[in-house]
């Protein structure tokens, strides 16, 4: 009986040694596994610095360009509002010479249709009997 206690006590020991093997192995595991998580960790940081640096030069170089937008959409606009300024004053200055060489020539036009028109409206008025006097 003596053996069969010596082998199970053997027995015991060798389950005892795996047993602590095992708790050993799972703290190691447990310690590789909180290494990875914390690297895991300290990567998804990195990554979202990098990626949000990323952003932000992307939103500083969009900015940059939206800036040379308006800045030549301001230049265009200044263009077109000295153009509509100089149409505006071409068109009030042929107006205006307009209007002067009307109340030049309006006034002759109209001399030259009444001398024109006056002898045939004298021949009309005497047919009619109407009497006019002599100049």
Not at 113 to 135: C, D, F, S, T
């Amino acid at each position: 009986m003596d053996t069969g206690y010596s082998t199970v006590r053997n027995l015991l020991y060798i389950v005892l040694v795996l047993v602590v093997l095992a708790v050993l192995s799972n703290f190691y595991v447990a310690s590789q596994l909180s290494i990875n998580s914390n690297e895991l960790a300290s990567l998804r940081g990195l990554l979202q610095k990098q990626l949000m640096g990323t952003a932000l030069t992307q939103a500083e170089e969009l900015e940059k360009r939206m800036d040379a937008l308006n800045q030549s959409a301001a230049g265009i606009d200044a263009k077109m509002k000295k153009a509509q300024d100089e149409m505006d004053a071409k068109l009030k200055k042929a107006q205006d010479d307009f209007v002067a060489r009307m109340q030049v020539e309006l006034p002759r036009i109209m001399d030259n249709y009444v001398k024109q028109r006056a002898p045939l409206i004298q021949r009309q008025l005497e047919q009619r009997g109407v009497p006019l006097p002599k100049p």
